[in-house]
Nanobody, 118 residues
Framework: QVQVVESGGGLVQAGGSLRLSCAAS????????MRWYRQAPGKQRELVAS???????NYADSVKGRFTISRDNAKNTVYLQMNSLKSEDTAVYYC????????????WGQGTQVTVSS
């Protein structure tokens, strides 16, 4: 059993900052990467940022230069530092963890709401 728990969402004014955290626990093995997705009302879920176990990162164009993803491998935790927030960043943010080679796995958290007021 694997648990993925996000935290750190909330209400912030435009231009402000928030830091999201996501901790994976349980039967985690060969963790390969962690990702943040978001889904705004009426829109499809989109990939925001990702980081591999080796530290390689990738960002959506819409957040480059404003968001930073990082991870603590020892704690199976990933963070998303969000600066210069805009109203269009308002969404539910989901954490995704994936890994395994012979028997790959993919787990999701329940999501955390981020609301940016203009």
């Amino acid at each position: 059993q694997v648990q993925v728990v996000e935290s750190g969402g909330g209400l912030v004014q435009a231009g402000g900052s928030l830091r999201l955290s996501c901790a994976a626990s349980g039967s985690i093995f060969s963790l390969r990467g962690m990702r943040w997705y978001r889904q705004a009302p009426g829109k499809q879920r989109e990939l925001v940022a990702s980081i591999t176990s080796g530290g390689s990162t990738n960002y959506a164009d819409s957040v480059k230069g404003r968001f930073t993803i990082s991870r603590d491998n020892a704690k199976n935790t990933v963070y998303l530092q969000m600066n210069s927030l805009k109203s269009e960043d308002t969404a539910v943010y989901y954490c995704n963890v994936y890994g395994g080679y012979v028997d790959p796995y993919d787990y999701w958290g329940q999501g955390t709401q981020v609301t940016v007021s203009s």
